[in-house]
């Protein structure tokens, strides 16, 4: 009967979870001992005469599998910690960074953007106006105030990254040296106290927030610590301290770029692709990945500065097209061209964004309203730049759209970065304390009762696994009729 | 139907899946009966009157509201995937710790005993 009922839930759970399958063919490998949930047969199976007498039907003594499910449900636990500590880490980042793209406020790119725009183009109503030149300047300049403080905000978010990612790595190895220290006291018990297991437990799970680690506990009473399955930092008396430090890599074509994070093993190997999750992880994505995107590296020159670059390029370009004034009937004096607005770092892309500002030779009356044509238009240059903010040719544009918008793009990416990491804060939390629950649950229940009860889960799974779906579809039906036009 | 009656009604579906992801995290067999019941009383709210439904004069708030049990479902959904494979994986290590792996690797069923019970 016991083996119908643990067959029928293995297949069960076979359909629910693809893991075991592989987890199942490499069962023999040798390297497979460090993969988590991987266990070695530890008991066999005797049938015990019944026992009326204690009320006990047969039954076998197993007290390693009662160690391995404890083994196994404080491991769940660490999991869901090291979830849970990539969510919080992530909110907490992502939040610094959305408050850099003020869209709604009266500061910030987005207004400076509009200003500038409004104040091109009232100099084309008055194209000769020294007041409208004036407030132009000024607006640009504002503008360029705006995105230095958006750089400058985006390069702290650098260095605070950089400092916590310093913390962090110290406080995974204080807490690698509570392990050593209670391995060699799990060891000098001979095989174990429960006293010291439970400390290592909390150890572990607090170990876990910070990075992915699986916790096997040894026959000489050490547990092997393991990070992301593979790399040992804690093996009986001995621990490997992680090292951190930042690097330009190789081949980069910006070298005068921030450099990125790395994170590396006791014996130097480079470790960071390896710490993808927990608050080492949240942090090594948003310092390696997440800012760069905005500020760029060695390799890439980062959105907020090929914005500041085209928007210069372009308001400079148009400026300098035009004519401050016509030339001569008799051809005797010249027309005087314009000149440029903006300056920036032309030899480090990665510092434009940092760099822009109003050059500090123009001056009001050198700005350019006249288009030469033919035919020529006396405020043909205030005209085609207040046409920028909404453009009708691909080159008054950046990815397909006005400056504005593109703006607005990156700052809605940093708001749905902050609500897809809110949302996954939200379930962390709620899936670390189910796995709490899991484990004070599971205890030392005998295993008939844990036979039944198994069952009972994976019906309970599959049926509200259905009506999830049924709900989805349901849900999904709805917003389709909700949408307007449908 | 009106726009407040669609919004409502989805409220009243997300409060019930609401009330399940909180019974999920409990995981307990009587708290995933009680997950069950909310679940079914939720897809019965959806469900209830809806040919007549005009949900195309909801609105905004209607809107909102499925906006709402979308990450409610969502939720749901990986609090159930997370105890299932919690579960899962601990039958897979059960059926290794008694029975051992076959030589493709793969867990072997446990041997036929009569009853079995635990003792540590």
């Known amino acids: ?60 003594k197993a007290g390693p599998i009662v160690s391995s499910q404890n083994q196994y449900a404080e491991q769940n636990v660490a999991n869901q910690q090291t979830a ?13 960074l959305q408050s850099l793209f003020n869209v709604t406020g009266g500061n910030g790119i987005s207004t400076a953007l509009g200003n500038l725009y409004q104040s091109f183009s009232a100099w084309a109503q008055t194209p000769s106006d020294t007041t409208a030149r004036q407030a132009v300047l000024t607006a640009a300049s504002t503008v360029a105030t705006a995105f230095n403080q958006t750089a400058t905000g985006l390069d702290s978010a650098a260095t605070t990254a950089q400092s916590q990612l310093q913390q962090t790595v110290g406080q995974v190895n204080t807490l690698l040296g509570q392990v050593q220290k209670l391995n060699t006291e799990g060891m000098a018990a001979n095989g174990g106290d429960s006293g010291v297991d439970a400390q290592m437990n909390a150890v572990i799970q607090n170990l876990s927030q910070y990075v992915p680690v699986t916790a096997t506990k040894q026959t000489d009473g050490s547990f092997t610590v393991l990070l992301d399955g593979q790399i040992p ?45 927990g608050q080492l992880g949240a942090l090594l994505n948003f310092r390696n990945t997440v800012l760069p995107q905005y500020i760029g ?71 350019a309203a006249i288009t030469p044509g033919p035919p020529e238009v006396a405020n ?39 609500n897809q990491a809110t949302e996954d804060q939200t379930v962390a939390k709620s899936a670390l304390t189910q796995a709490q629950s899991l484990l004070q649950q599971d205890s030392g229940v005998d295993l008939n009762t844990q036979a039944a009860l198994l069952v009972e889960y994976q019906r309970s799974y599959e049926a509200n696994s259905e009506m999830v779906t049924v709900l989805n579809q349901l849900l999904q039906d709805t917003i389709n009729m909700l949408e307007p036009g449908t | ?47 209830r009157g809806r040919a007549a439904w005009d949900w195309k004069s909801a609105g905004e708030a209607a809107r909102s509201e499925a906006s709402r049990l979308g990450t409610a479902l969502r939720r749901a959904g990986l ?4 105890a299932s494979r919690y579960h899962a994986g601990w039958v897979r290590i059960l059926s290794v710790l008694t029975g051992g792996y076959s030589p493709r690797g793969e867990p072997v069923s446990m041997p036929d005993v009569r009853s079995m019970s635990i003792e540590g």
């Not at chain 1, 643990?6 to 987890?23: G, K």
């Not at chain 1, 190789?250 to 070298?255: D, F, P, Y």
């Not at chain 1, 004034?325 to 892309?349: E, H, I, K, M």
């Not at chain 2, 019930?16 to 995981?27: D, G, H, N």
């Open chain 2, 79 to 82: 609090l159930i995937a997370s």
């Open chain 1, 380 to 418: 043909g240059v205030p005209l085609a730049l207040a046409g920028l903010e909404n453009p009708t040719s691909a080159a008054d544009e950046i990815n397909g759209e006005s400056y504005t918008a593109a703006y607005g793009d990156m700052a809605s990416q940093a708001g749905n970065l902050v």
């Open chain 1, 233 to 277: 930092v804690a093996v009986g008396s001995q621990v490997s301290p992680l090292s951190f430090d930042m690097y330009q890599p190789a081949g980069a074509t910006n070298t005068n770029a921030q450099p990125l994070a790395q994170v590396k093993a006791a014996d130097g190997t480079d470790i960071t692709s390896r710490i993808t999750t």
């Open chain 1, 1 to 60: 009967m016991a083996s119908g009922l643990i067959s029928a839930l293995r297949v069960q759970a076979s359909a629910i979870d693809a893991f075991q399958q592989a987890i199942a063919v490499t069962a023999n490998n040798v390297a497979n001992a460090s993969t988590p949930g991987y266990v070695s047969q530890t008991q066999t199976l005797l049938t015990m005469p019944d026992d009326l007498s204690v009320g006990m039907a047969g039954g076998v």
């Open chain 1, 84 to 96: 849970l500590g990539e969510a919080s880490q992530n909110v907490d980042s992502l939040t610094s």
């Open chain 1, 297 to 367: 590296d060695g390799n890439q020159t980062g959105s907020l500065n090929t914005m500041a670059q085209k928007f210069a390029d372009t308001v400079n370009g148009i400026l300098t097209s035009g004519n401050v004034s016509d030339a001569s009937a008799d051809g005797v004096t010249p027309a005087v061209p314009g000149v440029a607005l903006f300056t920036y770092d032309t030899t480090n892309n990665t510092n434009e964004a940092a760099s822009l500002s109003v050059s500090s030779t123009v001056t009001a009356s050198q700005l």
């Open chain 2, 1 to 47: 139907m009106t726009a407040v009656d669609a919004a409502s009604r989805l409220a009243a579906a997300r409060i019930e899946v609401e009330s399940a992801c909180q019974s999920l995290i409990l995981a307990s067999p009587e708290a995933m009966r009680a997950c069950e019941e909310a679940l079914g009383r939720a897809v019965e709210t959806m469900r």
